[in-house]
């Protein structure tokens, strides 16, 4: 194996020391596309720069995800290859920070890992935030839950904690994030929390909360006007759509009961937890019936 610095091209050792690293990427744990969208907030909307940029040939599976590509009557005309950078991006306010943003590697877990925390020593960094979303049995017409997580307790009190002790499939930012902590970093995560049914559609208040929730631990003065209106945009198609069926209207109010029911035993100790919530297959039917009807009554792009 080679050495984990050669998976990745540096281009700038040249920063403020003492920075902050948010890590957002797409893949396993990206529903809603939570993490993209929000990585995309910062970096259309503030000025960055590339400080360096791995090598996506060694750790990426091309057939899993295949790049888009254009074809034009005879000829490819374009193709849209991903691409795993480390930026440096400047706030709101003035202060630098580095957001590495691109698709989760599929391959070379321990060697990617191994050349981040590399950076992470190499540059300076004082503390990580990685950002991430996965379906949860909630409903959309309550605030985004996020659960916390970090290699020291210390960095998360007073946050709520939603679940105790799981096991779960692994994904490269929580083996980052472990090993960050394994060798004496400061590395937090927020996980936020999708509605199942919407899962596979952009979902812009996930966003939101995740750049919230990291401007809170960091210090950073983050943007999310551009997502708030698009946010907007997004509940209002989705409460349309809702309108439309009462079978998917009451898997929501059940939701919606069993959510108050949870914040509600939070406040009182020993309150009864609700009604159950539906079955993962009962949410499955659910998720695809919603979701077809959706691109049913999309109108077609211009």
Do not use: C, K
Not at 7 to 28: N, Q, R, W
Request: hydrophobic share 45%; proline share 9%; aromatic share 6%.
């Amino acid at each position: 194996m080679l050495p984990p610095d050669e998976i990745y091209e540096l281009h700038d050792t040249d920063l403020a020391p003492g920075s902050v690293l948010l890590h957002a990427m797409s893949g396993f744990v990206d529903a809603g596309s939570g993490a993209t969208l929000a990585a995309g907030a910062l970096l259309e909307s503030l000025e960055h720069r590339p400080v360096a940029t791995f090598d996506l040939d060694a750790v990426f599976d091309y057939r899993a995800r295949r790049p888009r590509m254009t074809f034009l009557n005879d000829h490819f005309a374009s193709v849209d290859l991903p691409e795993l950078v480390l930026h440096e991006v400047t706030d709101t306010a003035g202060t630098p920070f580095l957001l590495l943003a691109g698709p989760e590697p599929d391959l070379q877990w321990r060697r990617f890992v191994a050349a981040t925390v590399g950076l992470v020593e190499r540059l300076g960094v004082r503390r990580t935030v990685g950002l991430s979303a996965v379906p949860w049995p909630v409903p959309h017409t309550r605030p985004t839950g996020i659960s916390p997580h970090a290699t020291d307790p210390a960095l998360i009190a007073g946050r709520p904690r939603w679940v105790g002790a799981i096991e779960v499939p692994g994904h490269a930012e929580a083996l980052l994030e472990l090993q960050l902590g394994d060798a004496g970093h400061e590395a937090l995560g927020f996980t936020a929390h999708v509605p199942h049914y919407l899962s596979a559609i952009e979902y812009p208040p996930v966003a939101i909360a995740l750049l919230e929730a990291s401007a809170e631990v960091s210090g950073l003065t983050l943007p999310t006007d551009a997502l708030r209106a698009a946010a907007e945009r997004t509940v209002a198609e989705v409460d349309d759509q809702l309108a439309r069926s009462e079978e998917n209207l009451a898997v929501v109010r059940t939701l919606e009961a069993q959510y108050d029911a949870a914040v509600a035993a939070r406040e009182a100790a020993g309150t009864s937890p609700g009604e159950p919530l539906p079955s993962a297959d009962e949410i499955g039917a659910q998720v695809e019936r919603f979701l077809a009807d959706m691109d049913e009554r999309r109108p077609p792009e211009a």
